[in-house]
């Protein structure tokens, strides 16, 4: 498909308002660092001042996802230390499909922990720190995966030996990450890309940022296909994943066919695109949010990606080309 | 930094306890024990990212200038960042 007839990229600086209503948008759809992306990148034309302004953005973003990265990090030492299993749901778990770029910072990390262990769990994070607010709001203790209704597949009781809650054995080994020199349990690749599609199939707003979280995973080079599949059915999930993935090529408007996208194509009986006609995100930025604001991010790693963008107008109607090639 | 005349050069290492994020020309770093996150400029995080592997810091000449390049490795230690090892 001819580039021209995806590519509106504006041929200069975005005028003031515009820049204002872009950014008050991306702040609340958490795009922040996709748009220091195109930017550096040379895709998006920003003025000194704007440059200067994003850069303090992206620098308070990512300072605190790396703050939420480092309680996320701490609670996985106290919990190991106390022999608690336990997996990093998401935040730097995401490190797995973005690597270290600050692309997705991360608001709030959730670590899954078994049902019988979980007061346990949170008793050892202690109290919040004075003048910090509820830990809570940058660090949640769950027994399930957020969306998971409870039950044998959403984490239920411990399992009958005593051993790790049904869900983390139905999960299967985690992944495991180096951070600050903690050695850090986090979902696979295959475990975050369910987790995120129950996340999306179960919204009936899906916010951008998640979605684009179901198209890195599901196009990160590491990730095992076959083995997503065989971990949504064995928890009842394989429609919750056909129709994110179908979600996010819609969405995204992804050329690139892969073992994943044909499947989720087939399973959810219709084209990606009409996947994609579900209510768009609510409005996050006033009137006039910034029309035909384009940009691009870097691919997965190892994807032979051409070019991500997308282009947003008031409400954040989204129609957005990612790729230009197909494999 | 410790290192100087009549000392052997020291080798660089990252602090194993500190988190970094990349940003687009730069990166967001958070120290072992630091309570907020700093900025790096491109040629510290280009030092930063060449530590992955301790090095003394005449191997990062072609990094830059030699003055500009002991200057981010000071930047690095004083922010908790890298640290020098034998």
Known sequence: MPTSDRLELPPGPLSEPEWFDL?????????????????????????????????VLVAEHAG?????????????????????????????????????AALRPARRAHVLVPPARLAEARALQGPAPAGSGPRTERLVLLASLPGLAEGPAGGGAASETGGAAPLLVRLGPP????????????LSLEQQLVAAALEVAGSPVVPLARQ????????????????????AEALGL????????????????LADKTELSVWAQRVAGRRPHQAAERPAPAPVARKGFAQRVLRRSPAPAGVPVATTMFTSGPGMAVRAPWSTRRR | MTSGPGRAPGRWARDGDALVATTGDGAVALAG??????????????????LAVPAPATALA?????????????????????????
């Open chain 1, 23 to 55: 950014v008050q948008g991306c702040v609340a759809a958490d795009l922040v660092g996709f748009l220091a992306a195109a930017a550096a990148a040379g895709d998006l034309v920003l003025t000194p001042g704007q440059a200067d302004e994003l850069a």
């Open chain 1, 64 to 100: 605190l996802s790396l703050l939420v990265e480092r309680r996320a990090v701490t609670a996985s030492s106290v919990l190991t230390a106390a022999g608690i299993d336990h997996r990093v749901v998401d935040g730097p778990a995401r490190r797995l499909a973005y690597g270290d």
């Open chain 1, 175 to 186: 992944a495991h990450l180096e951070l600050a020199g903690c050695r850090v349990p986090v």
């Open chain 1, 212 to 231: 684009r979280d179901v198209a890195q995973l599901a196009l990160s080079a590491g990730l095992d296909a076959a083995a997503a599949r065989r971990l």
């Open chain 1, 238 to 253: 394989t429609g919750a994943l056909a129709e994110a993935i179908a979600l996010a090529w819609g969405t995204f408007d």
């Open chain 2, 33 to 50: 024990d630091a309570r907020a996150a700093t900025t790096l400029s491109p040629l510290e995080r280009a030092v930063w990212d060449a």
């Open chain 2, 62 to 86: 072609e990094l830059g200038e030699p003055p500009a390049v002991r200057r981010a490795i000071e930047r690095l230690l004083s922010l908790g960042l890298v640290r020098e090892v034998p």
